[in-house]
Each structure stands twice: as C-alpha cells, then as structure tokens.
C-alpha cells in the first residue's frame, strides 16, 4: 500500500471512557467534536452509546446532525456554540440541545423553539463562550421558567492542577449556578483529574477517551504505521530533502515514507519527530515535506516494510512535543487519505 495506516482501538478509547467514569459519582457524557478528535465521529460515538454513554457534546449544529445520522434517535447531542442563525431547522429536525450562550441566542432559540430542549453555557473567567455573571443575572429567571436541561461552563487551566484559575472559576460557577434546581457540568477531562470538588452532576472527558494528557493513565487509541516506498543509500557530504537542512555525516540508509504534513504530520515536527521499526527508534532527517518523510534507517538490522509514528512507543502528546504543540492538535490533524482500521 501506498498510503498510511491508522488504526484505531475502540475497545482502548471505552476503557479510557469507563476508567474516567469511575472516578466520579456523577453521570459521564462523551465529546466527540471536530470528527471524534480525527478518529471519525460516527464510529467513535457508536462504541461509546454501546459501553453506557447516553450524553454526547459536538462543536457545532453541523456536527450534531452528522452524529444524529449515525446514531439515531436514543441519545442527547449537545451543542456548544448554541442556537446559531441559521441553525433553527437542523436543531429541531435533528433533535439537538445547543448550549445557549448569549441573550441574542436565548432569545433565538425562544422565539423559534419555544417547546425544545437547551442548555445554558456561563463563563466564569474563560472569556471565550457563555454569559457573563450581569447578563446571566439578568436573564436567569427567565431561562429558568423555560426549564434548562444543563448548566455548564469549561475550565480554562485545568491541565495545570496547582494553577489558581481553577479554584476561581469553580467559586464564579458556585457563585452563578448554587441554588438552582438545574444539573450542573464543570469538568472535561483535567476537570474529572482535579477531583469531586469539580464533578457535579455530569462530567464531559474529551481527550483522555482518545489517549491524551492530562490522563496520564490513558490507553492508547491511535496507531499510526507508514509505508516505506523506497531506501537508497547516502554518502557523507550528501543531502537529504528540501534546502539541504540534512547533510550526512557517515555512509547512511535512508527510508523515505509515504506521509507527510498534508496527512496532519505537522512539517514543525523537523528533526525532532522519531518512528520506530518495531523496538528501534528512527530519526527523521531533512524537512517533512506534503506527502514524504526521509527517516534515518541505518542502523537497523532488517529494512522495515514500514515505520510507526503513533502506538506503543509514542503518544500522541510525545509526537505534539516534538512540534511545539498539543496533542489535540495531533490528534484533529490526521489526515483523509489515511486507510483506517477499527479494532473492536
């Protein structure tokens, strides 16, 4: 084959589900934004509806009624950014809950979906989504007669457990939501990790299900294998790649395999980025171009047929470290023209 491998290990991602699920006395719901974190929406929320998982959170109203398609009409499928214009027809037709942000949304989703299902998103020091505590005071009884199915709001630093915001926000989120008659939803994953101060009466975990920090105890979930397409040999003083970032330094083998930065292998990565042939770490040398990789092969004792970048050896938040970035970035980056395999 040509084109890449990712696997992905259905049976890991509901064992992350059900191990962040027991670290709370409170419902568990699952996120499956932005294509189930690059590992497809549909079949990730399937595995999770038949593991327990009766509550699901997307970005978007366009990413609900996908996810409506593939599930059908049991579960609930939140949406984060709300009553959109625009969007009237596709929540009512598709059964979706958006998380109303703002008076405009309120007054939105009011108007044209009087009798429909919503949840209120507050901000509580993010500064990103959800009202602020004047403009929650202000409509508060008003969104209260109409009968939320949820308050929530998301933390900002929760990755950083020592870190002063997250006891801030938990006191505003108190302060906004204490008293009412109306469940309540603080903690993603690094929220679930700071503990039941944090938990509520539903937690929302995203990318610990899918193998990433802050769940240091994550199963892995992806698993990435790249062809080799062909090995040559490299004199020294020879170079490898684009600008000639690579010159080398003894007689050397060089793999070139068929991914690159236009499958979500992230040209930053550079030098730093390592696979494996099995046990054996392999460097990559030269830049990673759109769809190749040149990857130091020397020292192997059989020529691989393929490479690893993601599995046992490597999370994804060691592939993120060597790019400078997070693995959710990794994680949302993998790319189409991988050939896909489920376990389950």
């Given amino acids: 084959m040509a084109t890449a491998t990712l696997t992905i290990d259905l049976p890991a991602l509901i064992d992350n589900w059900r191990a962040l699920d027991a670290m709370t006395a409170c419902e568990t719901a699952a996120v499956v934004k932005a294509d189930g974190y690059g590992l497809g929406a549909d079949r990730v929320a399937r595995a999770l509806l038949q593991?327990?998982?009766?509550?699901?959170?997307?970005?978007?109203?366009?990413?609900?009624?996908?996810?409506?398609?593939?599930l059908g009409p049991g579960p609930e499928i939140n949406v984060f950014s709300g009553h959109m214009s625009g969007d009237t027809?596709?929540?009512?037709?598709?059964?979706?809950?958006?998380?109303?942000?703002?008076?405009?949304?309120m007054l939105r989703h009011f108007e044209a979906l009087p009798n429909t299902p919503f949840g209120v998103q507050l901000d509580t020091g993010m500064?990103?989504?959800?009202?602020?505590?004047?403009?929650?005071?202000?409509?508060?009884?008003?969104?209260?007669?109409?009968?939320p199915t949820l308050l929530m709001s998301h933390l900002a630093c929760a990755d950083d457990p020592e870190?002063?915001?997250?006891?801030?926000?938990?006191?505003?989120?108190?302060?906004?939501?204490?008293?009412?008659?109306v469940p309540r939803s603080l903690a993603a994953t690094g929220g679930i990790l700071?503990?039941?101060?944090?938990?509520?009466?539903?937690?929302?975990?995203?990318?610990?299900?899918?193998?990433?920090?802050?769940?240091?105890?994550?199963?892995?979930?992806?698993?990435?294998?790249?062809p080799v397409i062909q090995i040559r040999d490299v004199?020294?003083?020879?170079?490898?790649?684009?600008?000639?970032?690579?010159?080398?330094?003894?007689?050397?083998?060089?793999?070139?395999?068929?991914?690159?930065?236009?499958?979500?292998?992230l040209r930053?990565?550079?030098?730093?980025?390592?696979?494996?042939?099995?046990?054996d770490p392999c460097k990559v040398i030269g830049r990673i171009s759109m769809d190749m990789i040149g990857v130091d092969v020397t020292?192997?004792?059989?020529?691989?047929?393929?490479?690893?970048?993601?599995?046992?050896?490597?999370?994804?938040?060691?592939?993120?470290?060597?790019?400078?970035?997070?693995g959710y970035e990794i994680l949302t980056s993998l790319g189409a023209r991988y050939g896909r395999r489920y376990k389950s």
Wanted: aromatic share 6%.
């Fill in 51 to 70: 593991a327990g998982v009766t509550r699901f959170f997307v970005a978007a109203t366009e990413e609900g009624a996908s996810l409506r398609e593939a």
């Fill in 127 to 147: 500064n990103r989504l959800g009202m602020e505590p004047a403009e929650w005071d202000a409509l508060k009884d008003i969104a209260l007669e109409m009968g």
């Fill in 299 to 326: 020292d192997l004792d059989e020529e691989p047929t393929s490479l690893q970048l993601l599995g046992t050896h490597q999370s994804v938040d060691t592939v993120a470290e060597a790019a400078g970035t997070i």
């Fill in 235 to 265: 004199e020294p003083g020879e170079s490898v790649g684009y600008s000639n970032t690579w010159l080398a330094e003894r007689p050397s083998r060089v793999a070139t395999i068929a991914a690159g930065y236009a499958d979500g292998i």
């Fill in 89 to 105: 027809d596709m929540i009512a037709d598709m059964t979706l809950t958006p998380m109303l942000n703002s008076a405009e949304q």
């Fill in 194 to 226: 700071l503990g039941d101060d944090y938990h509520f009466d539903l937690t929302r975990p995203g990318v610990g299900l899918y193998g990433g920090l802050p769940f240091v105890d994550a199963t892995p979930v992806a698993q990435l294998d790249l």
């Fill in 163 to 181: 870190h002063p915001m997250n006891p801030r926000q938990l006191a505003a989120f108190h302060e906004m939501t204490d008293g009412l008659d």
């Fill in 268 to 279: 930053a990565m550079g030098e730093n980025a390592v696979l494996h042939a099995q046990d």
